[in-house]
C-alpha cells in the first residue's frame, strides 16, 4: 500500500505570522512530499512494501544498503510528528502531569526552554531537537539528518526541525530565533501530552 502525504492538521496560513504560508507550502508540499514519493518508489515491490512507516524504519535501521530508504522513512516520519506538535496561538506553558514532568527533569519550564533551544542551536548542520522519554524520564536529545529517537529505543514527545528549510524563508539564518518562536508560539503542548500520556 503506497504511502500519501498527511494533510496538514491547519491551514496553510494557520501558523503565521511565526511560520508563513509559503514556508508550510515548500516545507510540507515539496521536501515533504518528495520523501513520501521517494520511499513509495524506493519499497514498491520489495518486501517492504506492506509495511508501516515505524517497521521500515526499525527494519533498515543501521543497514548502510539501505540507508536512502531509511532517510525518506523516517523523514516522512519526522516531519509529520513536528506538523503534529505545532498549533495556531500556540506555545506558552504547559499544565498538568507534561508540566510537573518537565519541572522534574529539568528543574523549570525556563530551564527545559533554555536546554531544549540549546540542543536545537548547536546542531551542526541538519537535524532535529527533540523532547523524549528515554529510561522513564524525559531528555532533551538531538539528531543529524533523519535520524530520530525511536532508533534508539526512546519515545518522541516534541520535535522541531533545525533544517535550513524549516525556518529560512522566514528567518534567515537566525536558527536560534527560529527556536525561540517555536517554542513561544507554536507548539501544541496539548499533543505532547497525549505522547506523554501514551509513553
Keep these: 500500500m503506497a504511502f500519501e502525504l498527511p494533510p496538514l492538521p491547519y491551514a496553510k496560513d494557520a ?6 504560508a509559503q514556508t508550510l507550502e515548500f516545507h510540507h508540499g515539496k521536501h515533504h512530499n518528495t520523501y513520501v514519493t521517494n520511499l513509495n518508489n524506493m519499497v514498491k515491490d520489495t518486501p517492504l512494501a506492506d509495511k508501516s ?8 535501521a543501521g543497514d548502510a544498503s539501505k540507508a536512502g530508504v531509511f532517510n ?30 518537565i519541572d522534574a527533569a529539568f528543574g523549570s519550564f525556563e ?10 542551536a548547536t546542531q551542526f548542520g541538519s537535524g532535529w531537537a527533540w523532547l523524549v522519554v528515554k529510561d522513564g524520564k524525559l ?18 514527545l516534541l520535535t522541531c526541525d ?11 539564518n ?10 513561544d508560539s507554536l507548539v501544541n503542548w496539548d499533543f505532547v501530552a497525549d505522547n506523554l500520556a501514551k509513553a
Excluded: C
Aim: glycine letters at 8%.
Design 15 to 20: 501558523l503565521e505570522p511565526h511560520m508563513s
Design 53 to 60: 512507516l515505524e517497521e521500515i524504519i526499525l527494519a533498515v
Design 72 to 101: 525518506n522513512a523516517a523523514q516522512v516520519w519526522n516531519h509529520t510528528f513536528f506538523w503534529n506538535g505545532m498549533k495556531a496561538n500556540g506555545g506558552g506553558e504547559p499544565t498538568g502531569a507534561l508540566k510537573e514532568a
Design 111 to 120: 530551564a527545559f526552554k533554555t536546554e531544549f533551544k540549546q540542543a536545537g
Design 139 to 156: 531528555a532533551i536529545t538531538k539528531t543529524a539528518n533523519a535520524d530520530l529517537p525511536m532508533t534508539k529505543g526512546e519515545t518522541a
Design 162 to 172: 533545525v533544517w535550513e528549510h524549516a525556518y529560512y524563508l522566514d528567518y534567515q
Design 174 to 183: 537566525r536558527r536560534p530565533d527560529f527556536l525561540s518562536t517555536f517554542l
